[in-house]
């Protein structure tokens, strides 16, 4: 039986690969923080304490595992840049010291991230040069060369997954897809009028997060690289609250507003994938983009 060790379990993407993994015959361990439940399989751990991070490589002696975890906010690293350099940044290096020292066979999967190209022009690909625009961008970059460094000098398993947005029904409610769906879902009760958003001009490839977790597991299955996942679609964040408050029936123009306070310092103004090489080299192609997906969230926060 093949173990795997998720990071981040209990996020969008690390609740949706433990839920593909058992299904497909794995064990699947997980590190959760001081306040959640621990379990046989869900591990304390806290990413920004080296002894944490060697005991639960040390205990779960995983074959496979998934780096997810991480402070994964973009607009918050501004406030808090060090911290989050801590645990999306060193923490990545923390783990591969612990895979190379402990459990050098396990394969590692880093969740890389399109914040990496920044203003690097669309559409981006796995040869685009990265520019990132925010302090946990910075942070990524790190991460995404201490596992370039680590396959090169050790030899280990270590892939970047470079995966461009993807949201779903259980998308954090920071998140700017989230907060509209659940802003259409509270307008539509009758228990709000208005959302207020920052940059509507910003365009991203917005896929679904199932199916991006399904690309994160066949990156491990093949040789070590880096993968781009996307859509190769772009839409701004007007189209997407248009799609969505269409998807209720109603007009965004009636109920959007914007502030000043919801602006980052710097954003990132155009992501679009070329996801040509994980379609070639792993057979992955995704199917839902942003129109249905608009649908499928404010659907399931009406429903709730
Ligand atoms: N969060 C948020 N809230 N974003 C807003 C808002 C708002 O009220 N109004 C406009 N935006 C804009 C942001 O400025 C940004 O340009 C865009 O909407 C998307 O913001 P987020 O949904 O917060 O996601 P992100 O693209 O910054 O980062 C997400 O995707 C990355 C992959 O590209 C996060 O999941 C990252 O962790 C991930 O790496």
Known sequence: MTTALITGITGQDGSYLAELLEHRGYTVHGTVRRHQQVTPTRHLCDLTDTASVDKVVDEVRPDEIYHLGAQTHVGESFKSPIATFD?????????????????????????ATSELFGISPAPQSESTPFHPRSPYGVAKLAAYWAVVNYREAYGLHASNGILFNHESPRRGAGFVTRKISLAVAAIKRGDADTVTLGNLDARRD?????????????????????????????????????????????????????????????????LVGDSSRARDELGWVPTIHTPELARIMVTADMAA
């Not at 940044?89 to 050098?104: F, N, S």
């Not at 690309?215 to 839409?235: E, F, K, N, V, W």
């Open 87 to 111: 645990a999306t940044g060193a923490a990545t290096l923390r783990l591969l010291e612990a895979v190379r020292r402990i459990a050098p066979q396990a394969r590692f999967y880093q969740a």
């Open 206 to 270: 917005w896929g679904f997060a199932p199916e991006y977790v399904d690309g994160m597991h066949r990156i491990l299955q093949h040789a070590p690289g880096d993968y781009i996942l996307a859509t190769g679609t772009s839409y701004s964040v007007r189209d997407f609250a248009e799609h969505a408050f269409a998807a209720a029936d109603l007009d965004w123009a009636d109920h959007v507003r914007t502030a000043e306070a919801q602006q980052r310092p710097a954003d990132v103004p155009d």
